[in-house]
């Protein structure tokens, strides 16, 4: 990609937003409101988008119509818009709310001269070849758009209010690798991501949408330590017999043998629950069902995973662990770790570091003294120490806090211990 690739001027802050629901001559679209405010968020919301707090002027139901469509679109160098299209007389066009009649080019919006970037989200009605071979001959010159032929296809969802464009849309502007080229978010670049998911996109023309070179926004302060992976644990209380439903003679077995047995039956045992935790996870995560796969006790997802295991306290029950594993990209999206603890009605009981690099814990041992920590268990392989109500536990390649809050990884608490100032237990940042 070339530096000479055009984006927004600081000077021109606009943006037009308009949802199409259709006239009373057409068939209604209620979505389209939902899902432009799903491709707004993101594109105002994040960090690193060219439009991060830009107010965008919205049209929709009574203020969609044609006059003030016309008033506005030259008025901005980026517009986006969601709903009802029309082919007639040779020529694509918009369908306005206060459409009077849908063989009427006066009625209707044409699409021939739009100035600026535009973004399509469109049911076609009418031939919708001839509309996307128009789009790419005369339409406007930086352009990404995706085509329906059916309303059903345009509205089909896996979020609600949502459509597959817009949620790979969000996930685009909050920095998927894989939808940017040289650290951009490009027209380009982002039209070739949503091809991989076999939509029907159209796209013209360059303009940069997002950029990631001065790198990814670090609102949990993370970046700075060397962690691969981050995991929320959450435990439960677990009866040995709702595992091993056969098992006698108890005194035959050790603690050890009934845990490793435990860890080797649990896919009967959580089949349900794996199953019905996928979708939850699918659908708050927007991913297609060929993205997340459940297998004997996980679940495997872009970035992530969750995982369960089984350790026993005495000889009838034990500790059933759930452990949401999240790979750093996760770092830059606390709202989006939020959202899938809440979705999954996690109680967190600690949360675990994977570290980038092993460490050598006895090394450390003066940095947690220092820090005013008190050291409970000392040896080469595990660092055990406690502070007020929490307590932290460094092996050479695993760092884990329990006691602290999940609320503590978006915000540092007025008192107590931030999670940031724990983390600096590892060593100088």
């Known amino acids: 990609m070339t530096s000479n690739v055009p984006s927004l001027q600081k000077n021109e802050p606009q943006l037009l937003a308009i949802a199409l629901s259709g006239c009373m001559d057409s068939q209604q679209l209620e979505g389209a409101p939902d899902h432009l405010s799903g491709f707004l968020s993101p594109l105002v919301g994040e960090p690193s988008s060219l439009f991060k707090g830009v107010t965008p002027v919205v049209l929709e139901g009574s203020q969609a119509s044609r006059g003030r469509i016309l008033r506005e679109k030259a008025r901005h160098p980026m517009t986006l818009i969601s709903g009802v299209a029309q082919w007639s007389q040779d020529q694509a066009f918009l369908v306005p709310d206060d459409a009077f009649d849908l063989n009427d080019p006066t009625s209707l919006v044409a699409l021939n001269g739009w ?54 849309w969000g996930l685009a502007l909050s920095g998927e690798p894989a939808s940017l080229e040289n650290e951009k978010l490009t027209l380009s670049s982002l039209c070739a991501y949503l091809k991989g998911f076999e939509l029907p996109v159209i796209c ?36 040995v017999k709702d595992v091993l439903s056969e098992i006698k003679h108890w005194s035959r ?39 997340i796969e459940a297998s004997d ?73 220092a820090k ?28 884990e806090i329990i006691g602290h809050r999940l609320e503590q990884l978006f915000c540092e608490p007025a008192n107590g211990q931030g999670l940031k100032e724990i983390l600096a237990l590892l060593g100088p940042n």
Request: with cysteine.
């Open 115 to 168: 100035p600026g970037t535009v973004v399509l989200d469109l049911w076609v009605d009418g031939d919708i070849e001839a509309f996307a071979a128009w789009l790419q001959a005369e339409g406007p010159a930086n352009l990404i758009a995706c085509l329906y032929p059916t309303k059903e296809k345009y509205s089909k969802t896996q979020v609600p209010g949502k459509n597959l464009f817009c949620q790979l």
């Open 204 to 239: 013209k023309g360059e303009f940069v949408l997002a950029d990631y070179s001065a790198g990814l926004f670090d609102p949990l302060g993370l970046g700075c330590f060397p962690i691969r992976s981050m995991g929320i644990k959450a435990e439960r209380i677990c009866m």
């Open 253 to 291: 077995y050790s603690e050890s043998q009934l845990e490793y047995s435990v860890n080797h039956n649990l896919a009967p045992y959580l089949l349900q629950e794996l199953g019905e935790t996928a979708v939850v996870l699918r659908q708050t995560l927007g991913l297609r069902p060929q993205e």
């Open 297 to 369: 006790q996980e679940i495997s997802f872009s970035s992530g995973r969750l995982s369960y295991e089984f350790t026993i306290t005495h000889k009838k029950a034990g500790l059933l662990a759930s452990v949401l594993w999240l790979d750093p990209f996760w770092f830059h999206h606390p709202d989006r770790i939020k959202a899938v603890v809440e979705a999954l009605s996690f109680s967190s009981t600690a949360i675990l570091f994977i570290l980038d690099q092993p460490v050598e814990p006895k090394l450390l041992v003066s940095s947690f003294q």
């Open 372 to 399: 005013g920590w008190e050291l409970t268990q000392e040896t080469d392989d595990l660092v055990v120490a406690q502070k007020a109500k929490l307590e932290v536990k460094l092996e050479p390649e695993l760092f």
